[in-house]
T-cell receptor, first 115, second 113 residues
């Protein structure tokens, strides 16, 4: 089974621009979660989608948004980029959603640099 | 706010030595997970502990969940260079948090050959 794939792997943007990141979950997985990882704040939960509906959202501004398509693929969008948005953005998929012991499978991440 | 504090932040030891990494909180967690993340990759789940006092073994790795479910430890016996990576503990926060899961700050482990 193919793992979680994320595209692009690396991205450089300038302040004020917007960016869209893509995540393809493992086949059969219906839950997709997004995380931001930075050296200062560590790994922080952004949001989770299940069956095209956002189920949970972390404490991030409205500039961060996402969506999930009927094939479970997900995209996240960050508008009006700030320098502090530079981070590794990780996507994780799981078979079901909401369980505290669900096994999440992470993709390799998209490294976003904002100049 | 529920926090997971990991210690030490960095650890560099010689191959063959033993080590313990700690994950502590002032709050009770219904379960805790341990992940290992290697450079250029996403975290990989190692284990989930759900019962206070639970001990799980994964080859040379031993995971323990505290009796009060506020802390956990990871013990590695006879460390090998392949154990190098960032170790993260994580758990579901309480009802007051919108976040699905919170992660500790991580322990960066380096095993020298």
């Amino acid at each position: 089974k193919a793992g979680v794939t994320q595209t692009p792997r690396y991205l450089i943007k300038t302040r004020g621009q917007q960016v869209t990141l893509s995540c393809s979950p493992i086949s059969g997985h219906r839950s997709v979660s997004w995380y931001q990882q930075t050296p200062g704040q560590g790994l922080q939960f952004l949001f989770e989608y299940f069956s095209e509906t956002q189920r949970n959202k972390g404490n991030f501004p409205g500039r961060f948004s996402g969506r999930q398509f009927s094939n479970s693929r997900s995209e996240m969008n960050v508008s009006t980029l700030e320098l502090g948005d530079s981070a590794l953005y990780l996507c994780a998929s799981s078979y079901i959603a909401g369980g505290s012991t669900d096994t999440q499978y992470f993709g390799p991440g998209t490294r976003l640099t904002v100049l | 706010t529920q926090l997971l504090e990991q210690s030490p932040q960095f650890l560099s030891i010689q191959e063959g030595e033993n080590l313990t990494v700690y994950c502590n909180s002032s709050s009770v967690f219904s379960s805790l997970q341990w992940y290992r993340q290697e450079p250029g990759e996403g975290p990989v789940l190692l284990v989930t502990v759900v019962t206070g006092g639970e001990v799980k073994k994964l080859k040379r790795l031993t995971f323990q969940f505290g009796d009060a479910r506020k802390d956990s430890s990871l013990h590695i016996t006879a460390a090998q260079p392949g154990d190098t990576g960032l170790y993260l503990c994580a758990g579901p926060p309480g009802y007051s948090s919108a976040s699905k899961i919170i992660f500790g700050s991580g322990t960066r482990l380096s095993i020298r050959p």
